[in-house]
Nanobody
Framework: QVQLVESGGGLVQPGGSLRLSCAAS????????MYWYRQAPGKERELVAT???????DYASSVKGRFTISRDNTKNMVYLQMNSLKLEDTAVYYC?????????WGQGTQVTVSS
């Protein structure tokens, strides 16, 4: 059974940092494209960051320069380092793994940016 479990969310002040983690089990993520998405209240889920098996990355324009996606295939983990957080980064953040058109999602972790 494939499971993706996100952690690391919480409450942070504007300008602060958080590091999200996505732990995979039941699947070896080294050959998967891994994504971080987020969904704010009343909004559609949006793609935040992508990392390919080779390590190349891509980011939404709204987070470029502030967020960094990384992977540790030896630990079967994916991370999202979030710096200079803004109020508008408040959302539930989801991890997604995709290979050959098959997708797996985590349950999400809440990130709240508030003063």
């Amino acid at each position: 059974q494939v499971q993706l479990v996100e952690s690391g969310g919480g409450l942070v002040q504007p300008g602060g940092s958080l590091r999200l983690s996505c732990a995979a089990s039941g699947v070896t993520i080294s050959t998967y494209v891994m994504y971080w998405y987020r969904q704010a209240p009343g909004k559609e889920r949006e793609l935040v960051a992508t990392i390919n098996p080779g390590g190349s990355t891509d980011y939404a324009s709204s987070v470029k320069g502030r967020f960094t996606i990384s992977r540790d295939n030896t630990k079967n983990m994916v991370y999202l380092q979030m710096n200079s957080l803004k109020l508008e980064d408040t959302a539930v953040y989801y991890c997604k793994a995709v290979r050959f058109g098959v997708s797996f999602w985590g349950q999400g972790t809440q990130v709240t940016v508030s003063s």
